[in-house]
């Protein structure tokens, strides 16, 4: 049960060892110019390996928790799947349903744990292999593994390292089945918001640590930007640079003085174009003194 990107490498590696009686995802959403159904990562590869795919709207519903039983699966594998599971879907498999999440439980419970942790200037963050029960991620762990976050990750690299962790990690859980799980601490508990685009736009008069982190944790989706003229640009890359100034003054190069210290930008997108190297970008696009 999954749907996006992040959970196609599970997909594949439960399928190299076991039988997948079904594949949950979310229906096809209207994507690209024409605005036709497309169908999602989880959707478009299960097809390819030709497994009989489910896309519900919903759980709710008496007829959906009776299909799902049906299947009379030993167990389910949740990761990033976006819909809720109800009690009667938790409990229909024989060894219940387990969820991978990107985090160190409990720490970042919720929906952009990826996200969160490189903008709150997290060392580090992981995989944990979960117990699913009714409340938002408080299940009890059964398996979980730590990764250091680098100075310069962005999202989008995090994303990919944990995307392929947790692929490993559930696949050692289900060969050791049953496992002891150990309740999560009462304490450290925190809350991976969803990311909204108003969060977006870089504030200049923030500390240069905390700019640096919101442009690597917001790349590439919904990617942090800044107005330069009339134009939106998204910048996508960065580090800590020596240099002072006010707030927005750009020092040299894409080199920006912060509320302190200073941010280089390393890679951007200007609108309608696609990502490039910040010297590149700065061929075609000249800076204000001060943005």
């Known amino acids: 049960m999954g749907t996006p990107e992040f959970s196609v490498p599970v997909l594949e590696a439960l399928h190299r060892k076991h039988e997948i009686m079904a594949v949950y995802c979310q229906p096809p959403r209207p994507a690209g110019r024409g605005k036709a159904d497309r169908p999602s990562p989880v959707q478009a590869r299960a097809e390819a390996l030709r497994l009989p795919v489910q896309h519900p709207v919903s759980l709710r ?70 117990q699913m029960e009714a409340g938002l991620d408080t299940g009890p762990v059964l398996l979980r593994e730590a990764v250091e976050i680098g100075a310069e990750e962005t999202t989008a690299g995090l994303h990919d390292r944990l995307s392929a962790l947790g692929a490993r990690l559930v696949v050692e859980a289900l060969d050791q089945l049953p496992l002891s799980a150990v309740p999560q601490a009462a304490e450290g508990v925190t809350y991976a918001a969803k990311i909204d685009k108003t969060e977006a736009r870089v504030d200049w008069s923030r500390p240069a640590v905390e700019v640096d982190r919101l442009i690597r944790g917001l790349s590439p989706f919904p990617g942090a930007w800044t107005q330069v003229g009339g134009e939106r640009v998204k910048l996508l890359r960065s580090r800590l640079a020596p240099g002072t100034g006010a707030p927005g003054q750009v020092l040299h190069g894409f080199t920006v003085a912060c509320g302190t210290g200073a941010v280089e930008i390393t890679e951007a997108q200007r609108e309608g174009k696609r990502p490039m190297p910040a010297a590149e970008v700065l061929r075609g696009l000249v800076l204000p003194e001060s943005l």
């Open 61 to 130: 519903s008496d007829a959906a928790a009776a299909e799902f039983a049906a299947l009379d699966a030993d167990v389910a594998v949740v990761v990033a799947y976006g819909l809720i599971l109800p009690q009667e879907v938790l409990d229909a498999p024989r060894l219940g349903c387990l969820n991978i999440h990107a985090s160190l439980l409990p720490r970042w419970r919720g929906a952009a744990p990826i996200h969160r942790a490189i903008m709150a200037g997290d060392r580090e963050t992981g995989v944990c292999i979960m």
